[in-house]
């Protein structure tokens, strides 16, 4: 039953079908394990549909191998996972967590498709060596925010395994 682990496509938000064809079970599944395990919280957009982010993605594809490939019950998956995200790097593997690739800063596709047919017909923009060095450390400074809020839900995380 052992598998190597689906190629997460660099996307920042995955729809619920999406994250059930890449782990490979059925989005009942999915909805139950969110009630099981507080470290699986996809959002909910506003027409209340679950938005998965990547995180998200690997927790499923994480429990589902606590589950079926490692046998785990529930409550002992839920024991090992807690242990995982109190002390990374000690889940038996003996090596630390590889850190996540830098988040793409592109536009997600739905705007994308919506500004492409402007993007083809308007020429680049020419931007001053003084400009560009200023976009550089503002992505630089993005994607510090974006590091400081994956630091903040996994505390966020970690204080609500600590509750149960």
Known sequence: ???ASPAIPQKLFFKIGEVCELAGVQAHVLRYWETEFPMLAPQKNRAGQRTYRRKDVEMALRIKKLL??????I?????KLASELRSPGRDGSGAA??????RSLQPPPSLAARFSSTRQTAAPPKFTDEQRGSLRQIAHQLREILDLLDEG???LEAMRSKKK
């Open 153 to 155: 839900d996994a505390e």
């Open 97 to 102: 967590p590889a850190k996540a690739p830098l």
């Open 1 to 3: 039953m052992s598998q």
């Open 68 to 73: 079926y490939d490692e046998q785990y019950t």
């Open 75 to 79: 409550a002992g998956a839920k024991k």
